[in-house]
């Protein structure tokens, strides 16, 4: 179990930009499977994007393909979410996840699947005029 602490979010208007940065506290990041999950009022949590230990490999739900990019800096020990695009549908609070269980995924955890997860406390995004 790793300790996660999220940072960024805010209040933005339809069409505009957040970067939403995950970080460890007193541990590292190197070798986890992250993601970012997000849970609307009302909603399942649901998965946003996931990317592999490596960086290489990622995913992104359909509702934000296109408009989110997620990755990681293993130097500076944080995972990011660029969000571009807002729509007020992306109103929720976003979580940070990570896990380096054994055969876990970027998909599966992603998808929900995933064991030994370590979640942060959650940011909350806010897309309204």
């Known amino acids: 179990q790793v300790q996660l602490v999220e940072s960024g979010g805010g209040l933005v208007q339809p069409g505009g930009s957040l970067r939403l940065s995950c970080r460890p506290s007193?541990?590292?990041?190197?070798?986890?499977?992250l993601g970012w999950f997000r849970q609307a009022p009302g909603k399942e949590r649901e998965g946003v994007s996931c990317i592999s230990s490596s960086g290489v490999s990622t995913y992104y739900g359909d509702s934000v393909k296109g408009r989110f990019t997620i990755s990681r800096d293993n130097g500076e020990n944080a995972v990011y979410l660029q969000m571009n695009s807002l729509k007020p549908d992306d109103t929720a609070i976003y979580y940070c996840a990570a896990t380096r269980a054994r055969g876990v995924t970027m998909e599966t955890l992603c998808l929900g699947k995933g064991s030994s997860v370590s979640w942060g406390q959650g940011t909350r995004v806010t897309v309204s005029s």
């Open positions: 007193g541990s590292t990041l190197a070798y986890y499977v």
